[in-house]
Every structure is written in structure tokens, then in C-alpha cells.
């Protein structure tokens, strides 16, 4: 299985192939932004890995530098040309029966998660409202996909994120406040796997809290969890235009099953959230921060005065 990865270096941007090892250099090649993108375009994942390895500026890196950024996968830092979105409820143990081969696809629930630069990878906080209900982690498979010049969307690969958001906030009123809900800062890991949507995805999740084990249990969420196929999730989502701009890249996560809140466990300020894919070897770990109040005036504080609405009173008479 390939893999591909993009990382900024000392104000540079480059990009590797496979899974980086503690402690041991890895070789990275300079590319532009949008190089990668293109060459899927042009000639899929054989091409993007040439381009991935071609570069004749090259830098040997250990993980950890200081200096060393990795990015979420394809990721358009110049011009931010991304979206992350999702859907909800997809895994079977959400319904009463399987699927059959022939059933009719209903679209399950969906969300605009954010921009593609609100995404974090491993190691960097999650961020979240000042004062949430009941955090849950997510585990979930993401598929990446790159627009092409006439709106065409082309599947590069897959990779695996967290979904932070408030369960709480959407439990109160799921119709109503789902959106805001859904607004924490989202991780993703930087490693693309240049393969088709995986079939079996098993893991755990841990919990830690002042450097110890708070809560621990086993997630899976593959092709063989989820309800829903994974190519009519894909075809519905890209059936709207608005999806098939031109150079958009698309995060598209596909569902978690339980979680932390459906055993009593409340996610607080500062834990760390590890997610272990065991079945894919790889890792996501973040850390909890809640965000800071903003107080607000009963007219509001984003409204600038040369742009709130003027009242105009006539006496009476």
C-alpha cells in the first residue's frame, strides 16, 4: 500500500512517501503548492508519487524537528481551496437491520464541517467553544478528493480523522443546533493512502488525563461498519454543483459509532485524545483546549457602527 505525505520545512514546502520512523531521517522532496494535486489529475497515484519523488531539492528531516510542519493531505495553503464535510449516522449499529445488496440508497444526514485550513494534524490542540455540553471524539475514515479544471471530482486516497464536535449541543435540538455543534477544530493525519476506500478499519480509543489512562475503548470504521456504500455516499455528494468547482479538494468524513458520552464519560479541557488505528498502523493523537469567552454587547461586537442599521423616529402627533 502507498503513501503519500506534504510537510512544510523552514518555510518550504515538500513532500515524502511512506510513514516516517522515530528517530530515523526521512528524505523529502521540494514541491509547489498544487503540484501533487495536479499530478493526480493528470495521471492518478502513479503520477502523484512521481511527483512526490522527483524533486531535486531534497532535505533529510528526523520527526520532531521543530521546524518540521506536516500537512493534511493535498491541503491548498495558498489559496485555501478546500472544504471538510461529512455525514452522520451511517454505522449499522444505528439500524434496526443490514443492508441488503439491492437496497434503495437514502442519503443519511450531512454537515459543512469548515475550510480545509481549520483542519489540524497529529500533536496540534483541537480547539472548541468556551463552554461545550459534552465533547465526543470521532473516529472516522476520510476520503480526499480533487476537483479538476471542469468541476470533476477525482478520489486520490483516504486517511483518518478525528470529528470533535459537541454531542451535548446537538442532543439538545439535532435539527437547530447540529451545525454549531460541529464547530471544533477537526485533526487529520498527514499520511494519504493511495488506495481505494478501506474495508475494515479496528482501533482504539484512549483518553488521557494528567498523564494517565481516563477511558479506553475499541472503535471500527470501515466500508464494513457503515451502513451506507461508500460510492453512493460519494455520487449523492457530488451531485450538487456547488461541490464541483473547479480546483476544490474535498475532506469528506464518513461516520463514527459510539463514542466516550454512550459510557458516561465526559471529554474535558486538556485531555489528550489518542486514536491507535491498529488495522493501518498509524496514530492520531490531539489535545483538548476549550476556547476563550468572548463577551458580547446586546448589540453585538462583528457589526461595524458605519454598518448597523439606522432608526428613524417620527414624532407624534
Known sequence: MSILFEAEYQGRRYAGTGIPEAGRAHTLHAVEDGQLRAAFLAGGAEAALAAATSGAETVSVTPGDPGLRLL?????????NALVNGFMGTHRSKFDHDPEPDEEFVAPNYYMKGFGSWLRVSD?????????????????VVLVYVNGEDGTPHYAGYTFGNDLNDIGLHLKNPWAYTPYAKLCETSVLPWLFLDEPPQNVTGRVVVERDGATAWEGPFS??????????EDMAEHLFSYPLLRQAGLVTYTFLGADKATYHDGFRVEDGDRLVLDVTSHGVVLANTVRYGTQTATGSAGPYLPPSSRPSVSRTASR
Open 221 to 230: 470504521c470501515g466500508a464494513d461498519s457503515i451502513f451506507h456504500r461508500f
Open 72 to 80: 493534511p493531505p493535498l491541503l491548498p495553503t495558498a489559496t485555501n
Open 124 to 140: 496540534e490542540p483541537l480547539t472548541t467553544p468556551a463552554d461545550p455540553i459534552w465533547l465526543i471524539e470521532e473516529p472516522e
